[in-house]
């Protein structure tokens, strides 16, 4: 008996203790995988004369060992191994909590109750641009709770009828573990589908996992392509990547002409590493006109933002004189930043120049 089955008997045995359990859950960050119609199939159980308003009320009150020794015992009672058994119950009780009226301290403070309830309505009768900004609130805790369980559910209403946002928000959640368990390939295939949609940000996180392999298959070239679709939207990381693949040779053929087009067009909007980037190209000289006043004024642009390695880079160049005026109080400033950092070179520079 698999999984799914083994859940179903134990609900259709012990109906209202389970459900007592199950709100006890309710911090399981895990969601589920299970068919919709299953779902149904248990919240119709667990609804019939289980539906207890004071349960729902106190839930965020249960502690977290309580819902470990919940799972543990449960598990091993009926041999279900703990993760497919907390995917399974919290999916179940998001699914009971989505169809209860939320809290009065969920409500939206910054909206009137009326919109809110309009912004619910809508989101319970399946638009997915308000399943989508409803995940973003919860996420945020603006002006509602902050719950990532909720956000999650909501995204992957959205997500799953091919909403963009949502579905690159779900990989988001994904990668990084919030309201799940973390998973690199689940957090791609999210990734793909925004992608292929043409969403900027998706297409670019999804270049990053080629690059590192990172629950995909790593490919350089792969990486180049989806990271080249978001920067011709105008998306800074993903042209800052892009100009740095060019410059070394990664996934495309080496190209400083085009690494300084890509990272200049970055730099231009304020990328503090494409900044930096840039401005030891124009002191190298590499593939454009060597020059020290062009790669301080870069160097300055991130040191301003509180970019380490700028900040040493400028200080270099006050302490020399290139491209700027000689001054070791400037330069000083500068190394002084960027070793409050923990940038150990600009601390051996600051040592150097002390000792002049």
């Not at 919940?70 to 119950?89: P, V, W």
């Not at 070791?328 to 520079?349: D, L, P, T, V």
Request: hydrophobic residues 40%; contains cysteine; charged residues 25%.
């Amino acid at each position: 008996m698999d999984a799914k089955h083994k859940l179903l008997k134990i609900v259709q045995e012990q109906g209202k203790e389970i459900y007592s359990d199950l709100t006890q859950l309710e911090a399981c960050m895990i969601e589920a995988e299970f068919e919709a119609a299953f779902i149904v199939q248990i919240t119709a159980i667990l609804k019939t004369g289980c539906l207890n308003k004071a349960i729902i009320e106190n839930r965020r009150e249960i502690s977290q060992n309580t819902k470990r020794l919940l799972r543990r015992q449960i598990s091993k009672l009926y041999e279900i191994s703990e993760s497919e058994l907390a995917e399974s119950l919290s999916c179940i009780f998001y699914s009971l909590e989505l169809q209860s009226e939320p809290l009065e301290s969920e409500r939206l403070e910054v909206l009137e109750d009326s919109k809110f309830k309009d912004l619910l309505m809508a989101a319970r009768q399946g638009e997915p641009a308000a399943q989508n900004r409803l995940g973003g609130m919860y996420l945020a805790g603006d002006g509602v709770s902050q719950s990532d369980a909720v956000a999650l559910v909501w995204f992957r209403k959205a997500a799953e009828q091919g909403e963009a946002n949502s579905q690159y928000n779900l990989g988001s959640m994904y990668s990084c573990g919030i309201g799940t368990i973390q998973s690199d390939a689940r957090a791609a295939a999210w990734f793909l589908k925004a992608a292929k949609q043409g969403l900027a940000d998706a297409q670019y996180r999804l270049g990053c996992m080629h690059a590192s392999g990172r629950g995909v298959k790593q490919s350089d070239a792969a990486a180049a392509e989806l990271f080249r679709k978001a920067a011709e939207q105008g998306l800074p990381d993903a042209q800052y990547a892009l100009g740095s693949m060019f410059l070394r040779g990664s996934g495309v053929n080496q190209s400083n002409s085009d690494a300084i087009t890509w990272l200049r067009q970055a730099a231009e909007q304020g990328h503090a590493a494409a900044q930096q980037c840039l401005g030891l190209m124009y002191l190298d000289g590499r593939g454009i006109m060597q020059s020290d006043a062009d790669a301080a004024a870069w160097f300055r642009q991130a040191a301003e933002q509180g970019y380490a390695e700028a900040q040493n880079g400028l200080g270099l160049m006050h302490s020399t004189g290139r491209g700027v005026r000689k001054d070791f109080s400037e330069a000083a400033s500068w190394f002084r930043k960027a070793a409050e950092q923990g940038f150990a070179e600009a601390q051996e520079n600051m040592d150097r120049l002390m000792g002049m």
